[in-house]
């Protein structure tokens, strides 16, 4: 079946990066882009930036330009997404979501990280 | 940005009852490009409503979408038990992809 394995949860200090993975499993890799979306506690949901698998062509929201990367390796049908220069703002629970086209609704999501960010 | 404003925050009903939330869009949305989505605590959202109006595979015919524009609605003819939760509704046609805050549905 399809599915999205995040890794496991990340504790941080301000100033730090953190590297997050998201494994695809059940469906072409490459035929599918992939969201991060990230939701703080307590809030609702931020839509952080896209990637396509096949080419590995990125867009990202502003507010995060130049703080986030998201990458992707095809041999092991896994996204990644880094973020720097991490601050208390960043404590969120991150999602990764698949979507057929870039603009697509997001049909399949993972259980998604929590990355907390303390001094 | 498209900023998107849910309406009401929150909703209180009972099971069985009717359930109408609001998606109101800073600038008009093209219904193919408007998407629902469900959220339990503790849960990853999931699909429900995309293109403002199928449902997404495996969802209830109670749960139905509707709109253009500017305004959408997501409606829940009947509400059961695994309903309550929080609704969230997003746009996907223009970058940046923006959601709504949230409606929640809480039981009276």
């Known amino acids: 079946q399809v599915q999205l394995v995040q890794s496991g949860a990340e504790v941080k200090k301000p100033g730090a990066s953190v590297r997050l993975s998201c494994k695809a499993s059940?469906?072409?890799?490459?035929?599918?882009?992939m969201h991060w979306v990230r939701q703080a506690p307590g809030q609702g949901l931020e839509w952080m930036g896209i990637?396509?698998?096949?080419?590995?062509?990125?867009s990202y929201a502003q507010k995060l330009q130049g703080r986030v990367t998201m990458t992707r390796d095809t041999s092991t049908t896994t996204v990644y997404m880094e973020l720097s220069s991490l601050r208390s703002e960043d404590t969120a629970v991150y999602y990764c979501?698949?979507?057929?086209?870039?603009?697509?609704?997001?049909?399949?999501w993972g259980k998604g990280t929590t990355v907390t960010v303390s001094s | 940005e498209i900023v998107l404003t849910q309406s009401p925050g929150t909703l209180s009903l009972s099971p069985g009852e009717r359930a109408t939330l609001s998606c109101r869009a800073s600038?008009?949305?093209?219904?193919?490009?408007l998407a629902w989505y469900q959220q339990k605590p503790g849960q990853a959202p999931r699909l429900l409503i995309y293109?403002?109006?199928s449902r997404a595979t495996g969802i209830p015919d109670r749960f139905s979408g509707s709109g253009s524009g500017t305004d959408f609605t997501l409606t829940i003819s009947r509400l059961e038990p695994e309903d309550f939760a929080v609704y969230y509704c997003?746009?996907?046609?223009?970058?940046?992809?923006?959601f709504g805050q949230g409606t929640k549905v809480e039981i009276k």
């Open positions: 293109g403002a109006s």
């Open positions: 600038q008009s949305v093209s219904s193919t490009y």
């Open positions: 997003q746009q996907y046609g223009n970058s940046p992809r923006t």
């Open positions: 059940g469906y072409t890799f490459t035929h599918y882009y």
């Open positions: 979501a698949r979507a057929y086209n870039s603009n697509d609704a997001m049909d399949v």
């Open positions: 990637i396509n698998p096949s080419g590995g062509s990125t």
